[in-house]
């Protein structure tokens, strides 16, 4: 950060932001990467780049973070809740061909826990009906899924486009900040313009246009310089952040297990297809009684575990808009779910110890 600032060039699109964008690309095999200020951004430049207009529809998982549905229903989209699966809080695949109508225009699956879902039939589904795959993949970085021709690929890199997020609740950090996958390189050049404010600013910069004006709509999605480098930073540590989340993951892991069927307490389940990348640990409880008692519990003894997601089809925003369907199984897991504390410096053998003396 500091040779950032020595370098007098702090705004965006700099050294620190390409050589991460690069770092990403070559690591990952994304096809072409944009730092951007949040994930809500390139969900939101997402958006934009498929060009949603009002009315289309747009079928997302409801047991999900705001920004999944927001960056859409800002661009007028109608959105269509799919329930989560029985065995993860991911998007049931095997439910969204039947929400698809001719208004449908794209599927956002959220890879929750940084745990794929299963993006052959997602894939499959789009390219059978003509729609756009946004992957949002906030949380999983580093994680990958192996498809049935036995290729393992970087979760990121499937859909035609996905968002990343480094914020501080993420594996890697940049306090606020976010990425924009491109594969589908038919927008590639396009989302740098939606980037620089509507402006070919980075063509000009590159030389390829003799000067730059307002070719498009846009935003200012670039974080700054000093953002770039702390994330810089934090790729060069991947490696070992990865290797100590693992670490915190699989004790609490091992650790539980027992207790856990003891209690009739479900433990995290990662599919054969999915790797997993200790994005977060997280138990689903046999009722919201038994979850509450067990939040109340450690709060006590000074841990806080934290339930996760209102289902966002129940929401005070959404709730008169969704269409009425019952999701139970997205509903389960947002009266059931607890996530147990998950940070580098964490020591976990306290709070196993503690969570051990729970009856
Ligand atoms: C964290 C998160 C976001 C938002 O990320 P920001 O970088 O804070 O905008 C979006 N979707 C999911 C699933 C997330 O977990």
Redesign the pocket.
């Known amino acids: 950060m500091e040779d950032a600032v020595k370098s007098g060039k702090i705004s965006g699109n700099g050294k620190y932001s390409q050589k991460c964008q690069k770092w990403f690309e070559e690591t990952y095999e994304f096809n072409k990467c944009l730092l951007t200020t ?4 390139a ?1 939101e430049m997402a958006a934009i780049l498929i060009d949603i207009q009002p009315g289309d529809e747009v079928i997302l998982p409801s047991y ?2 705001v ?2 549905a927001n960056a859409f229903v800002l661009r007028g989209a109608k959105l269509v809740f799919a329930d989560s699966r029985k065995d993860h809080p991911g998007i049931d695949e095997a439910s969204i061909e039947a929400l698809i109508t001719p208004k449908t225009k794209a599927i956002v699956p ?1 890879h ?1 826990a940084g745990v794929a879902c299963d993006m052959d039939i997602i894939m499959d589904i789009a390219q059978k009906h003509g729609l756009f795959v946004v992957e ?1 993949a ?2 999983a970085i580093d994680s990958f899924y192996t498809g049935r021709d036995g290729v393992k690929r970087a979760l990121g890199s499937i859909g035609h486009l996905a ?1 990343f ?3 501080e ?2 594996n890697i950090i940049s306090g ?3 990425m924009l996958v491109i594969n589908d390189m038919q927008f590639a050049e396009r989302a740098e313009i939606i980037w620089e404010k509507g402006t070919n600013r980075s063509s000009f910069f590159r030389g390829e246009v003799d000067k730059y004006g307002w070719v498009d709509v846009g935003s200012s999605f670039l974080p700054s310089e000093i953002i770039a480098a702390f994330l810089w930073a934090q790729l060069e540590n991947l490696e070992k952040i990865q290797k100590r989340r693992l670490e915190v993951w699989n004790a609490y892991n091992d650790s539980l297990k027992l207790w856990a069927a003891e209690n009739q307490i479900d433990m995290p389940h990662i599919p054969d297809f999915a790797t997993n990348n200790a994005h977060m640990f997280y138990m689903v409880c046999n009722s919201i009684e038994q979850r509450t008692r067990l939040i109340d519990y450690m709060k006590k003894l000074g841990v806080q575990s934290v339930f996760h997601y209102v289902s966002l089809h129940t929401s005070i925003f959404y709730r008169n808009k969704h269409d009425y369907r019952i999701l139970n199984e997205t509903d389960r897991y947002a009266d059931t779910l607890v996530r147990l504390p998950f940070y580098y410096e964490l020591n976990e053998q306290k709070i196993i110890e503690l969570i051990l003396k729970y009856k």
């Open positions: 949040s994930c809500t951004d969900l999900t973070f920004s999944t959220v929750y949002d906030a949380q968002a997020s480094f914020h609740t993420k606020e900040g976010g």
